[in-house]
């Protein structure tokens, strides 16, 4: 990384990660070695480490680094697990869950978004499969995951997503009314239930029927 990135990228993680709940290891060095700023326009990169989600094209964002961070702690993620996430927007997010040693696959819905992603991840070797699709149906194919993260907003749990999680598994996701304050929700999947804990206020973009 440049170096004047790289001071950047620390500073995120000591002010913005360290200093509010992030505990993890793992977590806190994933999100000091991803390169934000490759996942950001142009002429944004010189605001890719600071505390706020960035414009991305398309009426879409990339989510601020603790929220990124947040998330990713909080599916308890080790390496050699297999997750899913919907939403790829800028490939951020799932450069971090790679970074992780975790097998992403990754649904974006504009086909614009989904290969500009799948550009820069493949740019910077992480192992992920982009799928241009629709994030309400998941990735029957691959399922069951370990894990599911979803970072776009729906107003319910899609079913689906839930079929596709592994007993055991854990999905983190945020449910609210369009252009609204939405609830991050952490579902934990055990003998055919949902366990469901609110966790707290989050503003999304929209997940698009
Ligand atoms: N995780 C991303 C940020 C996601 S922004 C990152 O790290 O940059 C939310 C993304 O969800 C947007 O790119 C939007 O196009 C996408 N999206 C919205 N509805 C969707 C749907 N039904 N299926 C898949 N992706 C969807």
């Known amino acids: ?42 002429k944004l990169q010189n605001f890719a480490y600071s505390d706020s989600p960035l414009p991305i094209g398309m009426g879409q964002t990339i989510s601020q680094p603790y929220i990124v961070a947040f998330m990713t702690e909080q599916l308890e993620l080790m390496p050699g697990m297999k997750i899913l996430e919907i939403g790829t927007g800028s490939g ?60 776009a907003a729906p107003n319910y749990i899609p079913e689906k997503l839930i079929e596709q999680l592994k007993d055991g598994g854990r999905m983190i996701i945020p449910v609210g009314e369009v252009h609204s304050v939405q609830l991050l929700k952490l579902i934990t999947k055990k003998d055919k239930k949902n366990i469901e804990k609110n966790l707290f206020s989050v503003m999304f973009v929209p997940m698009v029927e």
């Open 92 to 151: 951020y997010q799932a450069a971090i869950l790679a970074y992780l040693g975790c097998e992403v696959y990754t649904i974006e819905l504009l086909k614009e978004l989904a290969d500009e992603a799948k550009k820069n991840l493949a740019a910077l070797n992480f192992n992920t499969k982009v799928k241009h699709g629709n994030g309400y149906m998941g990735w029957p194919e691959e399922a069951p995951f370990d894990a599911i993260i979803v970072t």
């Open 1 to 42: 990384m440049a170096q004047s990135f790289e001071m950047n990228c620390n500073k995120m993680v000591e002010e913005q990660l360290k200093t509010r709940s992030i505990k993890s290891n793992a977590v806190l060095e994933a999100m000091n070695n991803v390169p934000r700023h490759l996942f950001v326009p142009k």
